[in-house]
């Protein structure tokens, strides 16, 4: 079998967003997903073999970090990309200095961050018709 080169690294913002689009919204227009302050983020992909296979987020203010728009394509989801991306998040977290990183996560995919040390909160919303919960996590 042969085995798959894997890189992760920092990427431009609009090179998240056919990704973005793609897989958590695409039945909206593409200006759905691009996010205000998309500029001032720091920008994850993992590429498979070159190909930009997931991406996240994140945004620092205060000594906290917010990562959104984390999304896998659908095709490669159950094959751990999306858990060493978010694990690389957290180790970049590390670097930073953060206090903690939290995240609006779809309340379905609540037990996913759950395994990452992530912890519910009491603060729930719904956009788009999908419920979210409030996650986050200290870091050390």
């Given at each position: 079998m042969k085995k798959l080169n894997i890189?992760?690294?920092?990427?431009?913002?609009?090179?998240?967003?056919?990704?973005?689009?793609?897989?958590?919204?695409?039945?909206?227009?593409?200006?759905?997903?691009?996010?205000?302050?998309?500029?001032?983020?720091?920008?994850?992909?993992?590429?498979?073999g070159g190909e930009l296979t997931s991406v996240v987020s994140l945004f620092i203010n205060d000594g906290i970090g917010q990562f959104r728009k984390f999304a896998t394509e659908e095709k490669e989801q159950g094959k751990g990309y999306g858990s060493r991306l978010?694990?690389?998040?957290?180790?970049?977290?590390?670097?930073?200095?953060?206090?903690?990183?939290?995240?609006?996560?779809?309340?379905?995919?609540?037990?996913?961050y759950q395994k990452f040390g992530m912890q519910t909160t009491d603060k729930q919303f719904n956009k788009g018709g999908i419920n979210y919960v409030i996650m986050n996590r200290n870091i050390k």
């Open positions: 890189k992760i690294s920092q990427i431009n913002y609009d090179q998240t967003w056919p990704l973005r689009h793609k897989v958590m919204w695409p039945d909206k227009p593409l200006d759905y997903i691009k996010l205000e302050n998309d500029e001032s983020g720091l920008h994850y992909g993992l590429f498979v978010l694990n690389f998040l957290f180790k970049e977290a590390q670097k930073q200095n953060l206090k903690e990183v939290w995240c609006n996560a779809r309340v379905d995919k609540a037990p996913f």
